[in-house]
């Protein structure tokens, strides 16, 4: 009998068995888009980063010295910002339209405010009742009010405050061009 030399895949270092050259390829592919996920998901976070700072407030000094807080306007045409209320950090939507600042319950709750007198106000949702408090301190920036009246809103949903003109009535306010400026008069 004459041996012949077999092709044994054990023999040959170079040739894989065909299972193992799949694996290879699955893993290469996994790898790949991996790799397209990861650096998807970096360049989104750039993209909603400069987003965000771009809508950030900042602080300005006006030509005679008069600090201005500069709010751009987010894509519903909407200002917010973050303040404080009775030293506590809130966040706030400017509403020229409200005649108080309106707290939402979760932030009523955890600022433990007073519910005063319940009384009816009209809102872009119809009628609600309110309850009548003061917060002892409401401040954006380095505009800083005290004893200011507000009203707890059960109805509102989150945790925006709405700053209305209870506290805005005291200040200069300018819209141009997607952009409110805040100033003392």
Do not use: C
Request: hydrophobic residues 40%; aromatic residues 8%.
């Amino acid at each position: 009998m004459e041996n012949t030399p077999q092709n044994n895949s054990d023999d040959d270092p170079e040739q894989l068995p065909p299972d193992a050259a799949g694996a290879i390829g699955g893993w290469m592919i996994a790898l790949l888009w991996l790799m397209l996920l990861l650096g998807g998901s970096l360049l989104a976070n750039q993209w909603l980063t400069a987003r965000s700072n771009a809508s950030k407030p900042y602080w300005n000094t006006s030509a005679d010295g008069t600090p201005e807080l500069v709010l751009k306007s987010d894509r519903y045409g909407q200002y917010a910002l973050a303040g404080s209320a009775n030293g506590e950090p809130v966040e706030f939507l400017v509403d020229t339209g409200a005649s108080q600042i309106s707290i939402p319950i979760l932030v009523a709750d955890r600022l433990n405010l007073t519910r005063g007198r319940s009384y009816p106000v009209q809102t872009a949702n119809g009628e609600v009742t309110v309850y009548a408090t003061e917060l002892d301190e409401v401040s954006i920036g380095p505009f800083t009010m005290k004893n200011v009246p507000a009203h707890v809103n059960p109805g509102m949903n989150g945790d925006v405050a709405l700053l209305g003109m209870s506290f805005l009535r005291y200040f200069e306010l300018k819209q141009t061009g997607g952009e409110l400026t805040i100033s003392a008069p």
